[in-house]
């Protein structure tokens, strides 16, 4: 679904400023698959995205999204294949607007330019998908979205962007600015919508705990590299205590490499 061939990105390249933020990244992504990315600050996580979803392009390397090479490709023509939510909850809906507006405005089927008005059928049709969120916000389809809380806001922006069945799903620490419960009910949105529909869903979180708990395939960056790539069997098994043990292990394997040739 997504093959990244020695992805580096540099930004300001050949000046003081010059800083490599992915170096040689190599990733496949299957259909289906659902990683949960973890790494400290700067990592080079969202960055990732930005190449994926084409808002950046790589300094070298290849992007190929469903065996198409598409590394040049603008974001706007990779847009349909690609469902992105960010962390913050106001971004994914339009405050001032009605649910239902919202629903109209961001549904690629049956919008027509000049927006007239919703008709019927697509509101009961609108009315059914938030209805399925079982929030009780079938019954607020005609407030603003503003008068929504953060978690609210960010089940909607996760529904209207399934809607439109992405191949793609890019969350960038989508649950974070949410208090626990809240993020609690929206991880378990995403992982009804992921599984009902099969996503490809790539997860960035800093909650160790959920990129554990969550998808088939976890990977933690680290200064633009993948440090540790977990799946299957090995990732069922994982848990905190063994993730910061391989995290040490890498660091502290890095660290002597340094001294080696430092002594020479
Ligand atoms: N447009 C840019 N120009 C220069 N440097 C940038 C640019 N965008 C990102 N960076 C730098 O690239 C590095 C990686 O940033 P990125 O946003 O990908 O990190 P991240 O892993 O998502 O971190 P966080 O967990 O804080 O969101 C950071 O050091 C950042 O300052
Ligand atoms: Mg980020």
């Excluded at 540099?10 to 990683?35: A, H, Y």
């Excluded at 059928?121 to 916000?137: E, H, I, T």
């Amino acid at each position: 679904m997504i093959e990244l061939r020695n992805i580096s990105k540099i930004f300001n390249p050949g000046t003081p400023g010059e800083k490599i933020v992915i170096e040689n990244l190599n990733l496949r992504v299957e259909p289906g698959d659902f990683l949960t990315i973890i790494g400290s600050n700067g990592a080079g996580k969202t960055t990732l995205f930005n190449l994926i979803s084409g808002s950046l392009a790589p300094s070298s390397g290849e992007i190929l999204i469903k065996g198409r090479p598409v590394t040049f490709e603008p974001e706007y023509r990779r847009a349909a294949h690609m469902g992105r939510i960010f962390q913050d909850p106001l971004a994914g809906t339009a405050s001032n607007m009605t649910l239902e507006d919202n629903m109209m405005i961001t549904s690629k089927k049956g919008f027509k330019w000049p927006v007239i008005s919703l008709n019927r059928s697509m509101k009961k049709r609108f009315r059914d998908q938030v209805q399925g969120l079982n929030m009780g916000l079938e019954n607020r389809m005609k407030e603003n979205v503003s008068s929504l809380s953060g978690g609210q806001r960010q089940a909607l922006t996760l529904l209207m962007t399934v809607s439109s069945n992405p191949d793609i799903l890019l969350l960038d620490e989508h649950t974070a600015a949410l208090d626990p419960r809240n993020a609690a009910m929206v991880m378990d949105q995403t992982t009804r919508f992921v599984t009902r529909q099969k996503l490809t869903t790539l997860m960035v979180t800093h909650n160790m705990g959920h990129a554990i708990e969550f998808g088939n395939r976890l990977i933690m960056m680290d200064g633009g590299r993948i440090i540790i790539d977990v799946q299957g069997d090995e990732k069922k098994e994982l848990t905190k205590e063994k993730l910061i043990q391989m995290f040490s292990d890498i660091k502290k394997q890095e660290f002597e490499t340094d001294e080696v040739l430092l002594s020479d």
